[in-house]
């Protein structure tokens, strides 16, 4: 209550604007660097701040490096970012290296199958080939039997069927992937890498295609 009535005060009358002391508390000019009441500073000397910004870069630096949370690098970061150019390099390395950590996890397990197995699955139990292959990163090999004139997709069915009706609906998922998809003939054995989205007994199987091989 007290300092919203100071506020108040400040921006109504022409007095010399003032501010407490941080250690007595006495109403002082502003731009007092030294209470004229108890002779204190009211600000931290600059050695100090630098030194703290140290302190605290020491300890979450070596927490980082330990392999810890990223949200601390990133504070130690942007602490370090105002201070020394020295320092912040440094810091900027570790997060580097965090980085690099996270793709390495993203990297991808196919399995590979033929696509014959997929549909030898489908055809003696649908339910347990949708819970063995939904959601699946594989790599498949077999025909090309269709080549959607959009672009959307191509399908694949096993090599040694003639007349296969069922097979992989495989997405095309960008233009580079058309590009290859471009150069290739019905009657082609191909290799897909992706994610199945779909199982379907009347359908067959669906999926986002990641790569060709
Ligand atoms: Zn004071």
Not at 26 to 36: E, F, N, Q, R, V
Not at 179 to 188: A, L, Q, R, W, Y
Request: contains cysteine; aromatic residues 8%; proline residues 2%.
């Amino acid at each position: 209550m007290e300092n919203n009535y100071n506020d108040y005060s400040k921006s109504t009358t022409n007095a010399t604007p003032t501010k407490k002391c941080k250690h007595c508390q006495t109403d002082i000019p502003k731009k007092a660097k030294i209470c004229p009441n108890c002779k204190k500073r009211q600000s931290m000397p600059v050695w100090a701040i630098i030194l703290i910004v140290f302190v605290v870069f020491v300890i979450l630096g070596s927490f980082s490096t330990k392999g810890d949370s990223t949200t601390t690098n990133a504070e130690t970061t942007d602490k370090t970012e105002s201070t020394e150019a020295q320092e912040g390099t440094k810091e900027v390395e570790v997060a580097e290296v965090v980085a690099e950590e996270v793709e390495v996890e993203e990297v991808i397990e196919y399995t590979t199958y033929e696509v014959g197995e997929l549909l030898d699955d489908l055809n003696n139990n649908a339910l347990k080939a949708e819970s063995k292959y939904s959601e699946q990163y594989v790599e498949l090999s077999g025909e090309l039997s269709n080549i959607d004139s959009d672009g959307k997709y191509i399908s694949i069915t096993p090599s040694d069927e003639e007349f296969a009706i069922i097979g992989v609906q495989c997405y095309l998922m960008s233009d580079e992937q058309k590009d290859k998809v471009m150069e290739m003939s019905k009657g082609d054995v191909i290799t897909v890498r992706g994610k199945i989205t779909s199982v379907g007994e009347v359908m067959g199987y669906s999926l986002d295609i990641d790569e060709f091989k």
